[in-house]
DNA sequence: TGCCAGGAAGCCG
DNA sequence: CGGCTTCATGGC
């Protein structure tokens, strides 16, 4: 299956922070786990994706995955035409990048064990829980075995000890805490896609271990509200460094967390950061 | 060895 | 509310 877009770069996505199980496997080609599957990508011109998957599977999942029917040119081109210095080269960088809808139950998860840690090692910490507690499974093209996202029904009987024991620190208490939580119902993410981004926030900050970061991760990520603006240690730095406190998320109203991720995924590059 | 990582909770003033 | 400390763990 084969896609042409002018926004949509696989080393972009896969570097910017946003998916943990996206991998390179060769050059210029990825391996991702998603859902119960894994495909594998090829980016062979820089406007053309080549997916291992049947035009079936494109259409029903991996089409909204990517969200393609999103046009991230119009804004990429007018933060090209705008007056502003640091985007202007940022959107330029990461005109690639686009917002995946991913998993919410993985991205409450994930952005819970990414606290106080850098992504090397939270990719790390999410394979082991899906060895641990997902299911394993064989690619029926590859033949590569891998294995699922844990549910949350598995990660709520859970045992401290046993997650302890996969390095995730004191963050293993959080994780069961948020695991019960979606199971019993308490947080339904249907709703959440369908309420505000505010709302949503507001009532993921009730769990025990995340605080407004780790929601607005979970808001842009997992439930596509794209007006989030997580603010982590590397957005704190463009803010003071690069604004000196002065820039005004409203300003972009509406797809604050796609300016977002160009600015993290600049900053970064400009301080050197691998992967 | 100390410092840092897509932070958050607890405590104190 | 704002600042300080602590919390596991790995890499440099």
């Given at each position: 299956m084969r896609i042409h877009n002018n926004n949509l770069n696989l080393r972009q996505i896969a570097e910017s922070g946003q998916c943990f199980r996206m991998n390179p496997i060769a050059e210029n080609?990825?391996?991702?786990?998603?859902f119960d599957s894994y495909i594998e990508l090829e980016?062979?011109?820089?406007?053309?994706?080549?997916?291992?998957?049947?035009?079936?599977?494109?259409?029903?999942?991996?089409?909204?995955?990517?969200?393609?029917?999103?046009?991230?040119?119009?804004?990429?081109?007018?933060?090209?035409?705008?007056?502003?210095?640091?985007?202007?080269?940022?959107?330029?960088?990461?005109?690639?990048?686009?917002?995946?809808?991913?998993?919410?139950?993985?991205?409450?998860?994930?952005?819970?064990?990414?606290?106080?840690?850098?992504?090397?090692?939270?990719?790390?910490?999410?394979?082991r829980i899906c060895q641990?507690?997902?299911?394993?499974?064989?690619?029926?093209?590859?033949?590569?075995?891998?294995?699922?996202?844990p549910t949350a029904e598995k990660l709520a009987n859970a045992k401290q000890d046993d997650l302890r024991a996969l390095k995730l620190g004191y963050r293993d208490e959080y994780i069961i805490g948020a695991a019960r939580r979606v199971l019993n119902g308490e947080i339904d993410f249907d709703y959440l896609k369908t309420c505000?981004?505010?709302?949503?926030?507001?009532?993921?900050?009730k769990i025990r271990g995340i605080g407004d970061k780790v929601a607005n991760c979970i808001s842009l990520f997992g439930l596509h509200h794209i007006e989030a603006f997580p603010i982590d240690i590397w957005m704190k730095r463009v803010l003071s460094d690069i604004?000196?406190?002065?820039?005004?998320?409203?300003?972009?109203?509406?797809?604050?967390?796609?300016?977002?991720?160009?600015?993290?995924?600049y900053i970064r590059y400009i301080n050197g950061v691998k992967s």
């Open positions: 080609s990825y391996g991702l786990v998603a980016q062979v011109e820089e406007d053309l994706i080549e997916i291992n998957c049947s035009d079936n599977d494109y259409i029903s999942i991996w089409k909204e995955y990517f969200d393609l029917d999103y046009d991230y040119g119009s804004i990429v081109d007018s933060l090209k035409e705008g007056s502003d210095e640091f985007l202007r080269e940022a959107a330029i960088y990461g005109s690639g990048i686009r917002i995946l809808r991913q998993e919410p139950f993985e991205m409450l998860i994930s952005f819970i064990i990414s606290q106080n840690k850098n992504i090397p090692s939270i990719k790390a910490c999410i394979e641990g507690y997902g299911k394993k499974l064989i690619d029926d093209k590859t033949g590569k075995t891998y294995y699922t996202f505000s981004h505010e709302e949503a926030v507001e009532t993921l900050k604004y000196d406190n002065k820039f005004d998320p409203g300003r972009y109203q509406g797809y604050a967390g796609i300016v977002q991720q160009y600015m993290f995924y």
